[in-house]
């Protein structure tokens, strides 16, 4: 019913940028929160960054003023990544939720290296 589709990611070299994107479809409603989250493979999966109703956001303390998180008014959700490092390395996930549920979509690939 909810579909996420995740776009942006790629291979940058430390220090650089990349912007993600998420195209979101089907039933959200106003009420929601969305941002997104990281996985790297024998690590836990790590909450990025949320974006509340209200415009408020908060942050992993590893990305805080390297990172921004944003919507449209069409419920599409960004990542804005600067400053990158090695360790930001990860499949990134886009996520939302509402109505006590939540909803990822398939994710894309960041890897930073030289």
């Known amino acids: 019913q909810v579909q996420l589709v995740e776009s942006g990611g790629g291979l940058v070299q430390p220090g650089g940028s990349l912007r993600l994107s998420c195209a979101a479809s089907?039933?959200?409603?106003?009420?929601?929160?969305t941002g997104w989250d990281r996985q790297t493979p024998g690590k836990e999966r790590e909450m990025v960054a949320r974006?509340?109703?209200?415009?408020?956001t908060t942050y992993a303390d590893s990305v805080k003023g390297r990172f921004a998180v944003s919507k449209d008014n069409v419920k599409n959700t960004y990542l804005q990544m600067n400053t990158l490092k090695p360790e930001d390395t990860a499949i990134y996930y886009c996520?939302?939720?509402?109505?006590?549920?939540?909803?990822w979509g398939q994710g894309t690939q960041v890897t930073v290296s030289s």
């Open positions: 996520h939302v939720f509402f109505g006590g549920r939540g909803y």
């Open positions: 089907g039933m959200i409603p106003e009420i929601y929160v």
């Open positions: 974006i509340l109703p209200g415009g408020g």
